[in-house]
């Protein structure tokens, strides 16, 4: 019996082995003799991507995207792993050290990273923009991503055809008024300009020198092709009101279109794909907008030029964003204002009473102006109870994970970005 025992268990070894070995085969050859397609992700912090895992399972509570979250996750509810697409994301400060590179099959955890080489937990649009670029190729991705929170492209990421960054006169005027070298600042500003698009072209090429460092199953036969680049970035644009003197003016922002430009242009030419597909990605927050907003319009507008017409796409993010979870941030905001003030101690604003809420009378006296720390406890704990209800704290812990300018770390608005982009990539690959 022994023998039979032993036998039987050598027979099922060998079997496992074989389904094994045929598995590994069978993955191989579905991308063998198959060129290996790049994409590149670029931008700052909405590229690093700043919405936490934990936020995954508000995205199956709208039916409308509830097929999304299913490939998103594999049956046992953790985020699913591709098999076809690898990622390179160079992240991390080079003046503190931290500069570094994480690599893998693709997967939740390449979002913002506080250590480059390890998950953070979050997702930014290489997910979705992954998994849809797998499903319209049948070959092996890689994703390049390079991104950096708090970037500007009129200087970080300010390309050779730029030129200098030019300084207009009423900001030389600002900085003389605060007392500063205007020599110095211009020395700073000049070793700052571009120095984050060089490191994104130097990584980009180390990468694909050598692309069996990041993906083991690079078949050097079949080679690579750079397919497409997609770029996520403008907020530090859109606040500098230094470089762009006449931003809340119709044309205020005609730089960044020229900056972009340029930018296409250089990339195209630093990589040697002079046509390669190009997808702006258009700040969005804050959602669809009735008034004219002229950052945005300045970000669509390099898609329109008679150059670009036929390879380079601007995607509108603002639709993706989640109304329901920014009212309720609005919500909180009235909340934490209240705290503010009464925390600051400030007599006039409670005279006032800009909380606009009754409840506050209950721990003010007549005439009284201040409130003691246990009073101001007390009340914050009542206000927010009336004021956000246990069903809002849950929507809110369930969907949100950070600030209103990361799109609220909201894992449904990631991943539909990153889905529009990958939509706009395929259509702009069969122009």
Request: hydrophobic share 40%; with cysteine; proline share 6%.
């Amino acid at each position: 019996m022994q023998n039979i025992t032993m036998q039987n268990i050598t027979i099922k070894s060998l079997l496992a082995l074989a389904v094994l070995l045929l598995t590994i085969d069978t993955g191989s050859a579905a991308t063998e003799g198959k060129p290996l397609r790049v994409y590149i992700l670029a931008g700052q912090s909405n590229m690093e991507g700043h919405a936490k895992v934990e936020t995954f399972d508000y995205i199956g509570d709208d039916p409308n995207t509830a097929p999304l979250l299913k490939q998103m996750q594999r049956p046992d509810g953790k985020p699913v792993v591709c098999e076809r697409v690898w990622i390179s994301y160079l992240t991390g400060s080079p003046d503190r050290g931290t500069l570094g590179e994480g690599v893998g099959k693709l997967t939740a955890g390449y979002g913002s990273r506080r250590n480059p080489i390890e998950d953070g937990g979050k997702i930014g649009p290489e997910l979705t923009f992954g998994l849809m670029m797998e499903k319209a190729y049948d070959g092996p991705i890689l994703i390049i991503k390079t991104a950096w929170g708090g970037k500007s492209l009129n200087t970080d990421f300010r390309s050779p055809s730029a030129g200098p960054y030019k300084f207009s006169e009423a900001h030389l005027a600002n900085l003389t008024k605060r007392g500063k070298d205007i020599e110095t600042v211009k020395t700073e500003k000049a070793k700052a300009a571009g120095r984050y698009y060089r490191l994104m072209i130097d990584h980009v090429k180390k990468v694909l020198a050598d692309p069996e460092r990041v993906m083991p199953e690079y078949d050097a036969m079949a080679g690579y092709e750079i397919a497409g680049f997609v770029w996520f970035q403008g907020w530090n644009d859109k606040v500098d009101g230094n470089t762009y003197p006449e931003r809340k003016k119709p044309g205020g922002y005609d730089l960044y279109s020229e900056l972009m430009s340029h930018f296409i242009r250089d990339v195209r030419k630093d990589l040697g794909v002079p046509e390669m597909p190009f997808v702006i990605g258009v700040m969005g927050v804050g959602g669809i907008q009735e008034k004219p907003n002229y950052f945005r319009q300045a970000m669509v507008a390099p898609a329109l030029l008679p150059e670009f017409k036929e390879n380079v796409a601007a995607v509108e993010t603002a639709p993706y964003w989640d109304v329901p979870l920014s009212a309720l941030a609005d919500e909180m905001a009235k909340v934490n204002k209240a705290a503010y003030y009464l925390r600051k101690n400030q007599p006039f604003h409670i005279r006032k009473n800009p909380i606009g809420d009754v409840l506050l009378n209950k721990y003010l006296a007549k005439g009284e102006t201040t409130m003691t720390s246990k009073q101001i406890k007390a009340f914050m704990k009542e206000y927010r109870a009336k004021m956000i209800s246990p069903e809002k704290e849950a929507m809110w812990k369930r969907g949100a994970s950070n600030a209103g300018y990361h799109y609220l770390g909201c894992a449904k608005t990631m991943a539909l970005i990153g889905k529009a982009f990958a939509e706009a990539m395929v259509t702009l690959e069969h122009k």
